[in-house]
């Protein structure tokens, strides 16, 4: 069936104003005091979940900067608002290290 | 002495360490058992003494860490030999860790304030230290059984962050 190329803009005008950018979320599993991954590239808007599967608590913490707390066996998500390219570690067990990029929003 | 046990002694000694030097033979997998879960108890009751007695939040901080942690993956291996209805061996290595505690314990317990915090932490780098050294030396080659074997991988990878952490504690503490 044909439907005039008209009739659609409003919907498509409606799509892009809700999402513009289409921020995404990252899931980051930590598992027997791993990150996977442990370089993470992501925009700002995104969200990691930190998925922690060890009975341990853990953090994602940059030094002199912010820290994620994550309870044992528990998910905890964290809204990315800054563009910055940072290491990060776990204080509790510092063996534990990743990298996360961060790029302005699109 | 078997030539076996020769071999485990000189992987012994060059570890270094006296309690696990003790052993002459290869352990067995309820050995093992026992000697991790007796390294763990040993680590939380040392934390206790340091919650009890420490005035300095990041010793206390880590205290709490190490107990826990420490009961966490104690717990994980006692649900991991009712599982495999292993019975933990007691064993000279158990012993002799179990000796060096007490003494440790009884110095501690005989010092207070900065020299308590000090000798704590030092401690806790010593024997974490201790412990992995017997964990790779040792005790993950001879594990016979796959899930015993992946615990004291995770237990390996745990306590070299607890080592990395009291050293950080240790730094700060100068």
Known sequence: MMVPRHAWLPLVLALAAVSPARAGTIRVVIDKLVYSPAEISARVGDTIEWVNRDPFAHTATVRGGWEVMIPARKTVSQKLETAEAVDFYCRFHPNMTGRLEVEAAR | ?174
């Not at chain 2, 934390?47 to 993956?73: G, P, Y």
């Open chain 2, 1 to 174: 002495m078997p030539a076996r046990s020769l071999a485990a002694l000189a992987a012994l000694c060059l570890i270094g360490s006296t309690a696990f030097a003790i052993a002459q033979d290869k352990p067995t997998d309820p050995q093992i058992a026992h000697i991790a879960y007796t390294a763990g108890a040993i680590d939380i009751e040392a934390a206790k003494l340091a919650v009890e007695k420490s005035k300095t939040q990041a010793v206390v901080d880590f205290a709490n860490d190490m107990i826990r942690d420490h009961e966490a993956v104690n717990q994980q291996a006692l649900e991991l030999v009712k599982k495999l209805d292993v019975t933990p061996e007691d064993n000279a290595t158990s012993q002799a860790l179990s000796k060096a505690a007490a003494d440790e314990r009884a110095r501690l317990s005989a010092l207070d304030g900065a020299a308590f915090d000090k000798a704590y932490v030092d401690n806790e780098v010593a024997f974490h230290k201790q412990v992995n050294e017997a964990l790779e030396g040792l005790l993950i080659p001879s594990a016979e059984n796959a899930d015993l074997k992946s615990l004291l991988e995770t237990g390996l990878k745990l306590f070299q962050g607890h080592q990395a952490h009291a050293e950080h504690v240790a730094a700060e503490l100068r």
